[in-house]
């Protein structure tokens, strides 16, 4: 998929589940993971690192994997996880309830990143995963997509906001309005652009 090494996977089978995550960053919302277990009868073209897709080349490969996929999940974390966890720890709790909700047991992970999310399942860490391995772009792909239809949803509650925008990221947008309009309900309290904005 790209100029990195290919990666030496330690299993045969059908039953690899790509594991990927969105949403680490943002100020406000869910973080997102995935889980996805390609079937090699189905390929899909084009699979690759969700952030270097166009938005409609996003939502028209997610849709392929929903078709063609062996079996996919998606798993999440509050924002209240991520305030009592940290993000770290809540990240890996996305991953797992993503693995967990697979219909198809995973036999072995996959996971974009260096470090494992703490699964009995046994697996992998990939570095740059998502642009190594299409099971972890596809996990990717779908994180990305529900996390960006999550933030469109919020939009239409607080439009002054601009998470259309900017997806809860902290953008010089995204800090005024905190600072204008106050945290909101979905906002991250332990994120220190909005707990510098909570009463003491």
Request: proline share 7%; with cysteine; aromatic share 4%.
């Given at each position: 998929?790209t100029?990195?090494?290919?990666?030496?996977?330690?299993?045969q089978?059908?039953c690899?589940?790509?594991?990927?995550?969105?949403?680490?960053?943002?100020?406000?919302?869910?973080?997102?993971?995935?889980?996805?277990?390609?079937?090699?009868?189905?390929?899909?073209?084009?699979?690759?690192?969700?952030?270097?897709?166009?938005e409609?080349?996003?939502?028209?490969?997610?849709?392929?994997i929903?078709?063609?996929?062996?079996?996919?999940?998606?798993?999440?974390?509050?924002?209240?996880?991520?305030?009592?966890?940290?993000?770290?720890?809540?990240?890996?709790?996305?991953?797992?309830?993503?693995?967990?909700?697979?219909?198809?047991?995973?036999?072995?992970?996959?996971?974009?990143?260096?470090?494992?999310?703490?699964?009995?399942?046994?697996?992998?860490?990939?570095?740059?995963?998502?642009?190594?391995?299409?099971?972890?772009?596809?996990?990717?792909?779908?994180?990305?997509?529900?996390?960006?239809?999550?933030?469109?949803?919020?939009?239409?509650?607080?439009?002054?906001?601009?998470?259309a925008?900017?997806?809860?990221?902290?953008?010089?947008?995204?800090?005024?309005a905190?600072?204008?309009?106050?945290?909101?309900?979905?906002?991250?309290?332990?994120?220190?652009?909005?707990?510098?904005?909570?009463?003491?």
């Amino acid at each position: 998929m790209t100029g990195l090494p290919p990666l030496v996977i330690d299993y045969q089978g059908s039953c690899l589940a790509g594991v990927d995550e969105v949403g680490r960053g943002p100020l406000v919302g869910n973080v997102v993971a995935a889980a996805v277990i390609l079937d090699p009868a189905r390929p899909i073209e084009g699979l690759a690192d969700s952030k270097t897709l166009s938005e409609k080349r996003r939502l028209v490969l997610a849709e392929a994997i929903r078709q063609h996929a062996t079996a996919f999940a998606i798993g999440e974390a509050s924002p209240a996880e991520i305030d009592t966890l940290n993000i770290y720890h809540a990240t890996h709790l996305a991953m797992r309830r993503a693995i967990d909700a697979l219909p198809v047991a995973a036999e072995y992970l996959l996971v974009d990143g260096n470090r494992m999310p703490g699964h009995h399942v046994p697996g992998q860490c990939a570095v740059k995963g998502d642009q190594r391995h299409g099971a972890i772009g596809a996990a990717s792909i779908l994180a990305k997509v529900t996390r960006d239809a999550q933030m469109l949803a919020l939009h239409e509650c607080y439009p002054e906001y601009g998470f259309a925008r900017h997806k809860g990221y902290p953008t010089r947008e995204h800090c005024e309005a905190l600072e204008r309009l106050g945290p909101l309900d979905e906002h991250r309290r332990s994120f220190a652009p909005v707990k510098k904005l909570l009463p003491v």
